[in-house]
């Protein structure tokens, strides 16, 4: 087991920012690679971002590329998204997990924390 927990979710306006946090208690954090998703009601889980285990590759979904960015600290064990300009359509919550993979598809990921909401008002 890895456990996850989220934090730094909140309500903001449109265009603030935020920096979404996940700790990993776990001494092989370095082995994975880590994703955010999220998911807003009544839609299906989305992805977000990706980071490999070393952060040297990192994807977007196209809706966060040049807004949010994904980022890691091994020696800390926790995974960041930065997130600016943000969206009313950015509300959701956000989930970290950890897989093997630096991958768009949730179903590659092995862990999940319980997320943390974000709500945008416009």
């Known amino acids: 087991q890895v456990p996850l927990v989220e934090s730094g979710g909140g309500l903001v306006q449109a265009g603030d920012s935020l920096r979404l946090s996940c700790a990993a208690s776990?001494?092989?954090?370095?082995?994975?690679?880590m994703g955010w998703f999220r998911q807003a009601p009544g839609k299906e889980r989305e992805f977000v971002a990706t980071?490999?285990?070393?952060?040297?590759?990192?994807y977007y979904a196209d809706s966060v590329k040049g807004r949010f960015t994904i980022s890691r600290d091994n020696g800390k064990n926790t995974v960041y998204l930065q997130m600016n300009s943000l969206k009313p359509e950015d509300t959701a919550v956000y989930s970290c997990?950890?897989?093997?993979?630096?991958?768009?598809?949730?179903?590659?990921?092995?862990?999940w924390g319980q997320g943390t909401q974000v709500t945008v008002s416009s």
């Open positions: 980071i490999s285990w070393s952060g040297g590759s990192t």
């Open positions: 997990a950890a897989g093997p993979f630096a991958q768009s598809d949730p179903t590659t990921y092995d862990y």
């Open positions: 776990t001494r092989t954090f370095a082995n994975f690679a």
